[in-house]
T-cell receptor
């Protein structure tokens, strides 16, 4: 069975600094997708970034980028120039294939200090 | 951007009550999901649907039931609520982009259920 592990329950970063959130996963599949979701206090889940396993290039979305290490089954999220609005719960998620169901990690609570 | 709505946002009820959590989406998506999330814990899939008249159980055993009579509506029902049902319930729908082979999920704001 596939699993997703986020080993950091809480993280803190100074405004304008950079922070990296860790995620590891376990799968025997070759076709899968990885995601980072942001859940602010409003509870709405927002897709931050997506990575296709077959792509070697790390995905980037503005201040958000990932470090995808396929052999190590690691998928960390880097947030550059952190802003107060980045404070939220961040969930790493895995999906087998393009239509499988999502499997989420426990989440990391990110605090941003002014 | 997401046009997916959950009601109520918060619900406090007594043990033994029957409740229905509503979820509606206006995007015409076929696939819909219900997730359960306890504080500090993973999101667990409890039900999903491929479309009208399709309902499937998810990875986490749940005493709730769902129905899908209309594409836009995917309500979740608890026949007799218990304190162990206290949790956050998140509804989602998805759109499949054939060009990129990717399914994009849209989440509702969730319902926080407290059973006393």
């Amino acid at each position: 069975a596939q699993t997703v592990t986020q080993s950091q329950p809480e993280m803190s970063v100074q405004e304008a600094e950079t922070v990296t959130l860790s995620c590891t996963y376990d799968t025997s599949e070759s076709d899968y997708y990885l995601f980072w979701y942001k859940q602010p206090p409003s509870r709405q889940m927002i897709l931050v970034i997506r990575q296709e396993a077959y792509k070697q290039q790390n995905a980037t979305e503005n201040r958000f980028s990932v470090n995808f290490q396929k052999a190590a089954k690691s998928f960390s999220l880097k947030i550059s120039d952190s802003q107060l609005g980045d404070a939220a719960m961040y969930f790493c998620a895995y999906r087998r294939g393009s239509q499988g169901n999502l499997i989420f990690g426990k989440g990391t609570k990110l605090s941003v200090k002014p | 951007e997401a046009d997916i709505y959950q009601t109520p946002r918060y619900l406090v009820i007594g043990t033994g009550k029957k409740i229905t959590l509503e979820c509606s989406q206006t995007m015409g998506h076929d696939k819909m999901y219900w997730y359960q999330q306890d504080p500090g814990m993973e999101l667990h899939l409890i039900h999903y649907s491929y479309g009208v008249n399709s309902t499937e159980k998810g990875d986490l055993s749940s005493e709730s039931t769902v129905s899908r009579i209309r594409t836009e509506h995917f309500p979740l029902t608890l026949e007799s609520a218990r304190p162990s049902h206290t949790s956050q319930y998140l509804c989602a729908s998805s759109e499949f982009f054939r060009a990129g082979g990717v399914e994009k999920l849209f989440f509702g704001s969730g319902t926080q259920l407290s059973v006393l």
